[in-house]
């Protein structure tokens, strides 16, 4: 088994740990789990963290156990704070928890007979049918309110200001609690990973674990990822950033990564791939002599599309992103999908024309000045076609071009280039 603490601490994922961790790790196989929300069908980047550590600690010979939180995924966020979280009944739940469990296979090794195979778990299983006193009864009475109230993330919510903080959300870490005593017991799990800002949630759940079992049970946390400007990650415009290719297609999520600063893409290099400390070293030190060539932001965007979408979707959305700087050809713009096309050129003018127009098969002339308005005149069209600075579907044309049905692309669109840089998009309809 290799150090999985030594290989977290140099990729920057350690925040803390309890004391006796790395003891307990060298001694022998050991089971830890991440609770991972499932009131969607799908995981987003802001998973990712907790996913790479679960990779890397299968990696290093123990078996990492994913947690779906049913049982609060049927009760909804406590703090009502946010609209991502909704009620759930069973038959969603077990939808997400499929879909979910398809996602982390591209991660772990669930399908092999090794002793460290990793396992799905869904705490609505052991949660659905204990009663509201038996829970009080069995695990309340082990944890002191004194021993809640001095949490943190309990001291946060109490002191500030706002409407204070509702009973459920205070009970919350006996519900986490619980799930790391059920995982001790029926699994041996003796440890529990996530974010920092769930170290009293889990140190909740070891304590438990001391004061029913007499049990020794740990807690490791890695940092919450932030961008250098202070911004927060994993988030755009349009909001997450999904591991589905419905919800965030390729050429997004590979965008995504390509777009990363400088400051941010060395670290995320680290705890985004399973590239070696030498290749990362050293993809470091290219990048500082040439940073102009982004050679960080690319292996970056390379590695994490393969890992999620597989290399044919990382061939696509290199080529789309291609389209937009001139190094591509009519063929690699026909070969989109329409949601891709509309991805690469969700940015540039667009028009719509009838079917009825585009029978006519208008000339180029009056097709840019006339049908759409992507030039002011027909002289200033006349113009830069003759000095060839006009394309259609990245093919240039002449004065002799008449747009028509062979020029579509997907049955619907067409491609117009004014000069290098200026893209018009035209949708028939």
Not at 236 to 241: A, P
Not at 382 to 389: E, F, H, I, L
Request: charged share 25%; with cysteine.
């Amino acid at each position: 088994m290799s150090n999985f603490v030594e290989e977290l601490r140099w990729r920057g994922m350690l925040h803390d740990a309890m004391p006796g961790t790395e003891d307990q790790l060298a001694k022998e196989m050991t089971s830890a789990y991440v609770g991972i929300d499932p009131t969607a069908d799908s995981l987003h980047i802001g998973h990712l963290v907790s996913i790479m550590m679960l990779r890397h600690f299968q990696n290093a010979g123990h078996r990492p156990l994913a947690l779906v939180g049913g049982a609060t995924g049927m009760i909804g966020d406590p703090s009502g704070k946010s609209k991502e979280r909704n009620l759930l009944d069973e038959a969603a739940l077990r939808h997400n928890q499929d879909a979910i469990k398809a996602q982390l296979a591209l991660f772990l090794d669930f399908d092999s007979d090794a002793p460290n195979a990793a396992q799905l778990v869904n705490n609505y299983d052991w949660m659905k049918e204990f009663s509201f006193l038996d829970f009080i009864r069995d695990v309340g009475k082990h944890i002191t309110v004194n021993y809640m109230m001095a949490k943190d993330s309990v001291k946060k919510r109490l002191s500030g200001e706002g409407e204070g903080m509702s009973f459920t959300e205070f009970t919350y870490q006996l519900v986490q609690g619980y799930d790391f005593l059920h995982l001790y017991r029926e699994f041996n799990c003796k440890l529990q990973m996530g974010g920092s800002d769930q170290w009293g949630n889990i140190t909740t759940g070891t304590e438990l674990i001391r004061r029913k079992e007499s049990g020794e049970a740990f807690a490791l946390t890695c940092p919450l990822i932030t961008k250098a400007d202070g911004g927060k990650f994993g988030k755009t415009e349009e909001g997450n950033v999904w591991l589905s290719a419905k919800h965030t297609s390729p050429y997004k999520f590979y965008q995504f990564w390509l777009n990363t600063s400088d400051a941010d893409a060395e670290r995320y290099i680290k705890i985004f791939t399973m590239l070696s400390k030498e290749e990362i070293d050293s993809l470091v030190e290219a990048h500082q002599a040439e940073a102009h060539l982004r050679q960080l932001q690319n292996r970056l965007a390379e590695e994490v599309t393969t890992m999620v979408h597989g290399k044919d979707a990382l061939e696509n959305a290199i080529k789309a992103s291609q389209i937009l700087f001139g190094k591509s050809t009519e063929d690699d713009l026909r070969g989109l999908d329409e949601e891709t096309l509309l991805d690469v050129f969700s940015g540039v003018p667009q028009f719509e024309i009838s079917a009825a127009q585009l029978a006519t098969e208008p000339e180029i002339v009056n097709f840019l000045a006339e049908e759409t308005s992507i030039f002011p005149s027909k002289g200033e069209a006349r113009k830069m076609v003759q000095a060839n600075g006009v394309s259609i579907n990245k093919s240039k044309v002449g004065m002799d071009k008449k747009i028509g049905e062979a020029d579509l692309i997907g049955g619907k669109f067409i491609l117009a280039q004014k000069g290098r840089r200026n893209y018009f998009l035209i949708r028939v309809v």
